[in-house]
């Protein structure tokens, strides 16, 4: 009986074969990097044996099958670059032994469910390039300690950013770009730190750091998170130049822009230049 099919980029056209849930003890289905069009057969979900489905980089439509939530043995699913619609099936949450979950570049629209937080053995998370909106799952850390990589960047994702992400141990790469997420970032330096520019915030424009309780993160600088409660985000002085095309220079009153709720004292570091370039506090040469 086959046990692997593997027809990943052989250039395929056409549907998925219903007959293909006719294979019980098939244990990895890969058709990436074809053309096929058409959705997933519900058939699929006989394939009882089955532990890795990879049908990413293709032309799929359609909804997620409820049915793939019986796939009990499935540790990588991988549906990636294609165009499934949403939201998430709630049957999902019984893949107790699910590893990887790539659903990247589809229009998914919907809220993260919170069973995500329930598959414990999950290590990589890729929800990136979608449409899913609302908070994300406040418990997501708690659960997840073998996840090494989250990707939710590129979505319409709001409220602030759970504290219990800095939970998750094997942690090694973050990106949560690209949202509407607000208040403060709440991880603390040493985990700042640790993930330095696996880190990825930027394009959240309502995020801050609390400097009160951190020092300044030189990674969150080049993103330009600018300090909680200040008047002045970065690079707007640097804005308000744009249009006179003669040297801007620093001056007193522009010092006296920086919030003094800093908390830290500037040293001549590569930090204050972050500094200077995040608050605009710079030469601007434009030409006439």
Not at 8 to 14: A, E, F, H, K
Not at 67 to 89: D, H, I, R, W
Not at 133 to 147: E, H, W
Request: aromatic share 8%; glycine share 8%.
């Amino acid at each position: 009986m086959l046990e692997h099919l593997d027809l990943s980029y052989n250039m395929l056209s056409g549907k998925l074969p219903p007959m293909l849930g006719q294979l019980p003890r098939l244990s990895i289905l890969d058709f990436s990097g074809n053309a096929l069009q058409g959705s997933i057969p519900a058939s699929f979900s006989s394939l009882k044996s089955l532990q890795k489905l990879d049908l990413s980089s293709n032309q799929l439509k359609g909804t997620i099958p409820m049915e793939l939530g019986n796939l009990a043995n499935l540790q990588f699913l991988a549906l990636s670059q294609n165009g499934f619609v949403g939201p998430l099936p709630s049957s999902l949450e019984k893949l107790s032994n699910l590893q990887y979950f790539l659903l990247d570049s589809n229009p998914i629209h919907g809220s993260l469910p919170s069973y995500i937080s329930r598959w414990t053995q999950l290590r990589e998370l890729n929800l990136a390039n979608s449409y899913y909106a609302g908070p994300i799952p406040a418990d997501l850390g708690k659960t997840l300690f073998n996840v090494s990589v989250i990707n939710l960047s590129n979505n319409k994702l709001q409220g602030t950013i759970p504290p219990s992400l800095e939970n998750m141990q094997h942690i090694s790469y973050l990106n949560l770009s690209q949202n509407l997420l607000t208040g403060a970032v709440p991880f603390s330096e040493r985990f700042l730190q640790k993930l330095g520019n696996r880190l990825d915030l930027h394009g959240n424009p309502a995020l801050c750091i609390d400097a009160a309780s951190i020092s300044f993160s030189d990674a969150l600088l080049a993103q330009q998170i600018h300090p909680c409660g200040s008047n002045n985000k970065p690079g707007q002085l640097a804005a308000q130049h744009l249009h006179q095309g003669s040297p801007s220079t620093v001056s007193n009153s522009a010092r006296a822009g920086v919030p003094p709720s800093l908390g830290f004292t500037l040293t001549y570091s590569l930090r204050v230049l972050y500094f200077l370039l995040a608050y605009g506090l710079f030469l601007v040469f434009l030409p006439y």
